[in-house]
Antibody
Framework: QVQLVQSGTEVKKPGASVKVSCKTS????????IHWVRQAPGQGLEWMGW????????KYLQNFQGRVTITTDTSASTAYMELSGLRFEDTALYYC???????????WGQGTLVTVSS | DIQMTQSPSSLSASVGDRVTITCRAS??????LAWYQHKPGKVPQLLIY???TLQSGVPSRFSGSGSGTDFTLAISSLQPEDVATYYC?????????FGPGTKVDIK
């Protein structure tokens, strides 16, 4: 069955970077895009960006102004989301999700809590 | 970037009621619109994609309609397990923006 398993909880100081992994299984990794979405406490869902593991193409939400980088390791069927220059307001639950071409995010990781605290 | 709005922001209805949620895009997105259900402590679940196509395994009381800029999610007979926040999402062009959400609970 399709699974996306994310890395564990992270606690970081302001200004640091965090790298969250999303290990996939049960499907052909390069035939679906991987999206990253976050939810801050008490807030709605915020789309961050996506990557096409087949060719490495990426697209990011401009609000992150170059702080976010999404990569993949196709040999490990794993996607990564790195967020740098962490701010208190980056405290959130971060999700990866699989998206078939022409459809929407149909399978999601369990979420990774990132807390930014001094 | 395409902006998504939803109304209402919250609603309270009785079990068995028909519930509708509206989503509007700031520019035309054809039928590239999805609806998700998000319960506290759970992972978001895809309900509908292509504006009106029910995702496999989703109960038939959920339905979607619309195209262009105006979309609707309907729950034909609200059940206690439908208590959640519902989000629409544009996937016509990046960024794949979400609406602000509609919180649904039982009266």
């Amino acid at each position: 069955q399709v699974q996306l398993v994310q890395s564990g909880t992270e606690v970081k100081k302001p200004g640091a970077s965090v790298k969250v992994s999303c290990k996939t299984s049960g499907y052909s990794f390069t035939t679906y895009t991987i999206h990253w979405v976050r939810q801050a406490p008490g807030q709605g869902l915020e789309w961050m960006g996506w990557i096409n593991p087949g060719n490495g193409d990426t697209k990011y939400l401009q609000n992150f102004q170059g702080r976010v980088t999404i990569t993949t390791d196709t040999s490990a069927s794993t996607a990564y989301m790195e967020l740098s220059g962490l701010r208190f307001e980056d405290t959130a639950l971060y999700y990866c999700a699989r998206k078939p071409f022409g459809s929407a995010c149909d399978h999601w990781g369990q979420g990774t809590l990132v807390t930014v605290s001094s | 970037d395409i902006q998504m709005t939803q109304s209402p922001s919250s609603l309270s209805a009785s079990v068995g009621d028909r519930v509708t949620i509206t989503c509007r895009a700031s520019q035309g997105i054809s039928i590239h619109l999805a609806w998700y259900q998000h319960k506290p402590g759970k992972v978001p679940q895809l309900l509908i994609y292509g504006a009106s196509t029910l995702q496999s395994g989703v109960p038939s009381r959920f339905s979607g309609s619309g195209s262009g800029t105006d979309f609707t999610l309907a729950i034909s007979s609200l059940q206690p397990e439908d208590v959640a926040t519902y989000y629409c999402q544009n996937y016509h062009s990046a960024p794949d923006t979400f609406g602000p959400g509609t919180k649904v609970d039982i009266k």
